[in-house]
């Protein structure tokens, strides 16, 4: 009798510790949960807001794209991984991603190079513009994307959690592949070889 006692005790102590651990595990992902900056057309920040919520409702928010161009011309590209929540397993310009609050673009487009690629290189802002791509899991891109061009001659070391593979491609070839098969490629990347090309050429 004392010894089942004892059992129920033990396992209801140890119930209400995974509840506990649990509850603490949700706090914490709460608390450190990416946030977006939110801007208005003129980008101007105007709040923050966590990452997924501000895709689930489209809201206007800053981001920024890189791409790595080698002294051949051809553009470095990336093939986001295949357990990405959005456009898994697309092929894309060489990063992407959003700025942190108080982040200028430049280090923030250095910062996520070295976390996705495993390089840092020079970068230059180039062109800046507002785009919005819905996608079929329901959430949007609403972003002030600003662009930044840099060179690079080596290897990248990717991060396999966010690239499954990379390779260079001349400018025309990325160019005549994308009115082939547009949909191996990511949507903001599309618009942006689009009405970038000539620049980045």
Request: hydrophobic share 40%; proline share 3%; charged share 25%.
């Amino acid at each position: 009798m004392y010894r089942d006692h004892m059992n129920f005790t033990v396992i209801l102590f140890y119930d209400r510790f995974n509840l506990f651990c649990s509850f603490i595990a949700l706090f914490l992902t709460a608390m450190t949960e990416e946030k977006v900056i939110l801007v208005n057309e003129q980008d101007e920040q105007i709040g923050l807001m966590p990452k997924m919520e501000a895709h689930e409702k489209a809201l206007l928010h800053r981001a920024f794209s890189v791409f790595v161009m080698n002294k051949k011309g051809e553009l470095m590209l990336q093939q986001r991984a295949l357990h990405k929540y959005h456009s898994p397993g697309l092929w894309t310009n060489t990063c992407c991603s959003h700025q942190r609050d108080g982040e200028s673009n430049i280090a923030a487009g250095k910062r996520r190079l070295q976390e996705e690629m495993g390089f840092v290189t020079e970068l230059k802002e180039t062109v800046s513009f507002i785009y919005k791509a819905p996608f079929d899991n329901g959430l949007t891109e609403h972003e002030f994307d600003h662009v930044m061009v840099g060179t690079y001659e080596g290897e990248p070391n990717i991060n396999e959690e966010e690239v499954a593979a990379w390779k260079w491609m001349p400018l025309d070839s990325v160019k005549e592949d994308i009115d082939k098969n547009p949909d191996q490629y990511t949507a903001w990347f599309k618009i942006i070889f689009d009405k970038f090309y000539n620049h980045l050429e």
